[in-house]
């Protein structure tokens, strides 16, 4: 349906077209016409599908030029980042009516400067629950002229822990009021709040085949735990995206990926909630220019991002939530384009968890091998050749043939002052590209076992006091490594540190494997175990003792039962979610 057969003014039009939209999305065209009749409305729909402009347009729509300076619509958004594109979307829509004037408020901001605004006046205010209640408790923000109310990711409010902030605004609405609540889910506390703070709602959804775009493809890598660093970039260098946006679980993971990043030359930076908001601006403003093109950040703050020129997706960390996945790759593949999306996932714990939501998106998601070391150079060294050919055709830099000349003088042949500054430019262009060893994997029955010849002792730096059990230690090492639980001989536990018997062809598999990884939510060191004396070896009389035919035989059992305390998952359960 056209913007131009749903009813709007000459002014809403103007905007629309100047911004160069020209056809609804299906839940503007369900939407629109139900709000400008003052129905009070649900909307179910998830990112990307236009919900802004559903309820946007018609929010401008309904100021009138003699409302002056009282608000009259209050739009409720979980993040800062979402509460500014949200005025940024109603601003533009209301381009031509000089009448319409919206204030943002939001956590993280000088307050004193949102006052300011506030009292110059506003007829819709766009802002976040924490930040709306201190407005309303220092009576700079009344809402007693209130016309309709719009709550935007109510979900994700909700999870927030902003249900009480949400239901002390409301009290402060006049009850004469549209109601419109948009949500990408409908579990019980919502439908509480649509009972409570609604009259006879209209539902409205948006149909989908599968609950994930359909112009994204959707990848997975598995790989050895303590790699998914060098897994990421060895993708950035091999796929070379223009924009990309990489998710990760938990502020301090973003943190330090945007440094390891950062540290190898990529044009990086993190974007969470501990940041002040003046670097969040700055960041996203780069990202958005191109300054930046990779964004590392968690779900909650990347809520904002309105970029439409994302190509690809990189999940370095396998969502808490299916509906995070879904927002997530809602990112890329936005505007009529195509996207990608990758998933990194270590061990088989973190690919059962993404099949689990590739069954709930009902999407497939491939799974793909890693490109080898060899494949990126190669790339690189066509990619280098082609520009070096363009270069010439081009005769760009034909004004240093003087120089060459003068090189072959001295006795240089071209071939030979060709292959080095083709070499000079590919090693530049591949001096970050890491070493990948892939996994070995030893699930046949004859494989090395405890005791036998050609094994060695790896030593852990955790003991039983840091409350260790045999099978946190054998459920870390098959997930790491991806060998058998019965590849691994004795595990001996001492006060403070962990001996293992292993395979001797397979030791620095392991130790690179192993290397950086959590057991029990505590980060270890590995290394080749060298006998100890002093205390530790005198323990050696009451260190726990367990073989491998034992572990043949509870092996599977222990190792199905500690997988939450494993390597990949005790850091994903034991970190929080707020963001």
Same mark, same amino acid.
């Given at each position: 349906?056209?913007?131009?057969?749903?009813?709007?003014?000459?002014?809403?039009?103007?905007?629309? +077209?100047?911004? %160069?939209?020209?056809?609804?999305?299906?839940?503007?065209?369900?939407?629109?016409?139900?709000?400008?009749?003052?129905?009070?409305?649900?909307?179910?729909?998830?990112?990307?599908?236009?919900?802004?402009?559903?309820?946007?347009?018609?929010?401008?729509?309904?100021?009138?030029?003699?409302?002056?300076?009282?608000?009259?619509? =209050?739009?409720?958004?979980?993040?800062?980042?979402?509460?500014?594109?949200?005025?940024?979307?109603?601003?533009?829509?209301?381009?031509?009516?000089?009448?319409?004037? *919206?204030?943002?408020?939001?956590?993280?901001?000088?307050?004193?400067?949102?006052?300011?605004?506030?009292?110059?006046?506003?007829?819709?205010?766009?802002?976040?629950? %924490?930040?709306?209640?201190?407005?309303?408790?220092?009576?700079?923000?009344?809402?007693?002229?209130?016309?309709?109310?719009?709550?935007?990711?109510?979900?994700?409010?909700?999870?927030?822990?902003?249900? &009480?902030?949400? +239901?002390?605004?409301?009290?402060?609405?006049? +009850?004469?009021?549209?109601?419109?609540?948009?949500?990408?889910?409908?579990?019980?506390?919502?439908?509480?709040?649509?009972?409570?703070?609604?009259?006879?709602?209209?539902?409205?959804?948006? +149909?989908?085949?599968?609950?994930?775009?359909?112009?994204?493809?959707?990848?997975?890598?598995?790989?050895?735990?303590?790699?998914? *660093?060098?897994?990421?970039?060895?993708? =950035?260098?091999?796929?070379?995206?223009?924009?990309?946006?990489?998710?990760?679980?938990?502020?301090?993971?973003?943190?330090?990926?945007?440094?390891?990043?950062?540290?190898?030359?990529?044009?990086?930076?993190?974007?969470?909630?501990?940041?002040?908001?003046?670097?969040?601006?700055?960041?996203?403003?780069?990202?958005?220019?191109?300054?930046?093109?990779?964004?590392?950040?968690?779900?909650?703050?990347?809520?904002?991002?309105?970029?439409?020129?994302?190509?690809?997706?990189?999940?370095?960390?396998?969502?808490?939530?299916?509906?995070?996945?879904?927002?997530?790759?809602?990112?890329?593949?936005?505007?009529?384009?195509?996207?990608?999306?990758?998933?990194?996932?270590?061990?088989?714990?973190?690919?059962?968890?993404?099949?689990?939501?590739?069954?709930?998106?009902?999407?497939?998601?491939?799974?793909?091998?890693?490109?080898?070391?060899?494949?990126?150079?190669?790339?690189?060294?066509?990619?280098?050749?082609?520009?070096?050919?363009?270069?010439?055709?081009?005769?760009?830099?034909?004004?240093?043939? &003087?120089?060459?000349?003068? =090189?072959?003088?001295?006795?240089?042949?071209?071939?030979?002052?060709?292959?080095?500054?083709?070499?000079?430019?590919?090693?530049?262009?591949?001096?970050?590209?890491?070493?990948?060893?892939?996994?070995?994997?030893?699930?046949?029955?004859?494989?090395?076992? *405890?005791?036998?010849?050609?094994?060695?002792?790896?030593?852990?730096? =955790?003991?039983?006091?840091?409350?260790?059990?045999?099978?946190?230690?054998?459920?870390?090492?098959?997930?790491?490594?991806?060998?058998?639980?019965?590849?691994?001989?004795?595990?001996?536990?001492?006060?403070?540190?962990?001996?293992?018997?292993?395979?001797?062809?397979?030791?620095?598999?392991?130790?690179?494997?192993?290397?950086?990884?959590?057991?029990?939510?505590?980060?270890?060191?590995?290394?080749?175990?060298?006998?100890?004396?002093?205390?530790?070896?005198?323990?050696?009389?009451?260190?726990?003792?367990?073989?491998?035919?034992?572990?043949?035989?509870?092996?599977?059992?222990?190792?199905?039962?500690?997988? %939450?305390?494993?390597?990949?998952?005790?850091?994903?359960?034991?970190?929080?979610?707020?963001?």
């Amino acid at each position: 349906m056209l913007f131009s057969e749903l009813g709007l003014s000459e002014e809403i039009l103007k905007a629309v +077209e100047k911004i %160069g939209y020209e056809e609804a999305t299906e839940i503007q065209a369900k939407t629109i016409p139900l709000l400008l009749e003052g129905r009070d409305v649900i909307g179910r729909s998830h990112t990307g599908t236009g919900k802004t402009a559903a309820f946007g347009i018609p929010a401008v729509s309904s100021v009138q030029k003699n409302d002056g300076n009282t608000v009259r619509i =209050l739009v409720l958004c979980p993040t800062r980042e979402l509460a500014m594109q949200a005025c940024d979307e109603l601003n533009k829509f209301s381009d031509f009516m000089p009448w319409v004037r *919206t204030c943002a408020v939001y956590g993280g901001a000088d307050i004193e400067r949102q006052i300011s605004q506030l009292r110059r006046g506003a007829n819709i205010v766009v802002g976040t629950p %924490g930040r709306i209640m201190d407005h309303i408790n220092r009576h700079t923000l009344k809402l007693d002229g209130i016309r309709t109310v719009i709550l935007d990711e109510a979900d994700e409010m909700l999870n927030m822990g902003f249900r &009480e902030d949400i +239901e002390t605004i409301l009290g402060f609405v006049p +009850e004469e009021r549209q109601t419109v609540l948009f949500s990408a889910t409908m579990p019980e506390p919502i439908m509480a709040i649509t009972q409570k703070f609604q009259r006879d709602p209209v539902v409205v959804g948006v +149909e989908q085949k599968s609950r994930t775009v359909d112009s994204v493809e959707q990848f997975y890598f598995d790989v050895p735990m303590g790699r998914k *660093t060098d897994a990421l970039q060895i993708l =950035l260098l091999a796929y070379e995206p223009k924009l990309s946006i990489i998710f990760c679980n938990t502020k301090k993971m973003v943190d330090e990926l945007s440094e390891q990043l950062v540290s190898k030359g990529f044009r990086a930076a993190g974007l969470h909630g501990d940041m002040k908001q003046a670097s969040r601006t700055q960041t996203l403003n780069a990202f958005k220019s191109g300054r930046l093109n990779i964004l590392i950040a968690t779900d909650v703050a990347a809520r904002g991002i309105d970029v439409d020129d994302v190509d690809a997706v990189f999940n370095y960390d396998i969502p808490q939530d299916c509906e995070y996945y879904i927002h997530r790759i809602g990112r890329t593949g936005r505007a009529g384009k195509s996207g990608i999306a990758y998933t990194i996932a270590s061990g088989r714990r973190q690919v059962n968890d993404l099949m689990d939501i590739a069954r709930y998106t009902k999407a497939h998601i491939e799974r793909r091998e890693l490109p080898t070391r060899d494949d990126v150079l190669t790339a690189k060294a066509n990619a280098v050749t082609e520009a070096v050919k363009n270069c010439v055709m081009s005769g760009k830099y034909e004004r240093f043939s &003087e120089q060459v000349a003068a =090189l072959e003088a001295e006795g240089f042949s071209a071939e030979q002052l060709a292959a080095a500054l083709l070499g000079m430019k590919i090693s530049a262009e591949t001096r970050n590209v890491p070493e990948f060893i892939k996994p070995v994997f030893r699930t046949e029955r004859g494989g090395r076992g *405890t005791g036998k010849s050609g094994s060695v002792k790896v030593e852990i730096s =955790l003991g039983r006091a840091n409350k260790i059990a045999p099978n946190f230690v054998l459920g870390a090492l098959v997930d790491a490594t991806g060998m058998a639980g019965k590849n691994f001989g004795k595990i001996d536990i001492y006060d403070r540190f962990t001996t293992v018997e292993v395979p001797e062809a397979d030791k620095e598999h392991i130790i690179d494997s192993m290397t950086g990884i959590k057991i029990n939510g505590q980060k270890i060191k590995i290394k080749l175990y060298e006998g100890r004396s002093g205390r530790d070896n005198r323990d050696n009389r009451d260190r726990r003792d367990y073989r491998s035919d034992r572990n043949d035989r509870v092996g599977k059992r222990d190792y199905k039962r500690s997988r %939450g305390s494993s390597a990949g998952t005790a850091s994903r359960r034991n970190s929080k979610r707020y963001q």
